[in-house]
């Protein structure tokens, strides 16, 4: 008996190609109207103003690793600190990229990047904790990549499929902070002898 509530992809065994979801004349015609919104398109889905809103917070939280990065580069002392700076040099010049990638994305979206230094702080997901020791600075550092890790990887949940753009841009950022933590957290087993957190910690 043949069944009649199957579909007709069953009954034939050949498997029927999916269907675009918008027709390629109706994305041309997407295309030319509103032009002036540029990269910002119908397939967007998420709230504009609140993502750039976020995006000004994560942008102040990069500049704030820049800041703290190259003033420990800049005062670390001691025999053992040569290393140290280089390290924390590095990671100025890639949370300085991070801080522009995050920055071109809000202009992307019809945003000012703020680059204003007042309330720079209170906008920020980090701190910035100078540290009295070469140690305190490895400690203060790690501890703003732990803060920076746990922030954008809520972030990427948020964004998801909504804004792939910002998402994908924040998975970016977030596996080099997440290198960052690590290299952080070496130095002061190798300074400090023992880990900072324990293992149940991270």
């Known amino acids: 008996m043949l069944k009649t509530n199957g579909s007709a992809e069953k009954q034939s065994g050949v498997k029927q190609d999916q269907p675009f979801l918008t027709d390629v004349k109706q ?72 801080m522009r990638a995050v920055a071109e994305r809000i202009n992307q979206l019809g945003g000012k990047p703020d680059f204003n230094p007042e309330g720079l702080a209170s906008r920020s997901a980090s701190q910035y904790t100078e540290g009295a020791t070469l140690v305190d600075m ?4 790690l501890i703003a990549e732990r803060i920076a890790c746990d922030h954008y990887q809520e972030l990427i949940r948020f964004f998801a499929d909504k804004d ?39």
Do not use: W
């Not at 490895?138 to 550092?141: F, L």
């Not at 997440?178 to 002898?193: C, F, K, R, S, Y």
């Open 27 to 98: 994305l041309r015609l997407q295309a030319r109207r509103n032009i002036e919104q540029g990269a910002l398109t119908p397939a967007y889905q998420g709230n504009v103003k609140q993502t750039i809103a976020i995006l000004q917070s994560v942008l102040a939280t990069e500049i704030v690793c820049v800041l703290r990065y190259t003033m420990n580069a800049v005062v670390a002392s001691g025999l053992s600190s040569q290393s140290v700076k280089e390290e924390f040099d590095e990671h100025a010049k890639e949370e300085q990229a991070h």
């Open 138 to 141: 490895i400690k203060e550092n």
């Open 164 to 202: 792939p753009g910002t998402r994908v841009m924040m998975e970016g950022i977030l596996v080099n902070e997440i290198e960052h933590a690590n290299d952080m957290h070496d130095l002061l087993v190798a300074h400090q002898g023992t880990p900072a957190f324990s293992k149940k910690d991270k």
